[in-house]
C-alpha cells in the first residue's frame, strides 16, 4: 500500500508545492488504517463521499507554500485513483459486503421506551 508520503510526492509531481502542503489530506484518507492494515480499510474513505468529507474538513482549496491554489478534490482523486485505479462510490463497497444474521438484528425499543398511549375517547365522553 501507498504512504501518503508517496501520494504526496505525486501530488508535488502533478501541481507542484511542497510534500508537507499535502501530507495532512493524504494522511487522512489513510487513517483508516488505525481499524485495518489490509485494503479493507480503504472502504471508509476512498469513494466520492470520502472525497466531500475531505473538501468538509479542509475546505474546499488549498493553497500551497508556491501560493498556488488548487481544489481540495483533486487531491482526494489523485489518492483514491492511485489506490484503486477509479473512485468508487460508497454503494461499490457496500454491495460487496457480505451480509452476517447480526447486521440486521434490532431491538424493537419503541415498547420499551413510548409512553402508554391514553385510550381513545369515545363519542360518548367528548
Not at 24 to 45: C, E, G, N, P, V
Request: overall charge negative; aromatic content about 12%.
Amino acid at each position: 500500500m501507498a504512504h501518503p508520503y508517496h501520494h504526496s510526492l505525486s501530488s508535488v509531481r502533478r501541481w507542484g508545492g511542497a510534500v508537507e502542503d499535502y501530507l495532512a489530506i493524504h494522511s487522512w484518507f489513510d487513517a483508516s488504517k488505525l481499524i485495518t492494515a489490509d485494503f479493507r480499510h480503504r472502504a471508509l474513505r476512498h469513494h466520492a463521499e470520502g472525497i466531500f468529507l475531505a473538501e468538509t474538513i479542509f475546505g474546499q482549496t488549498i493553497t500551497l507554500s508556491s501560493g498556488r491554489i488548487i481544489p481540495t478534490r483533486w487531491v482526494g482523486e489523485q489518492h483514491i485513483a492511485e489506490d484503486l485505479g477509479f473512485i468508487p462510490s460508497f454503494a461499490d463497497w457496500v454491495k460487496c459486503i457480505r451480509p452476517e444474521p447480526w447486521m440486521g438484528r434490532t431491538r424493537p425499543i419503541e415498547r420499551e421506551v413510548e409512553p402508554p398511549y391514553p385510550p381513545a375517547r369515545t363519542s360518548e365522553e367528548a
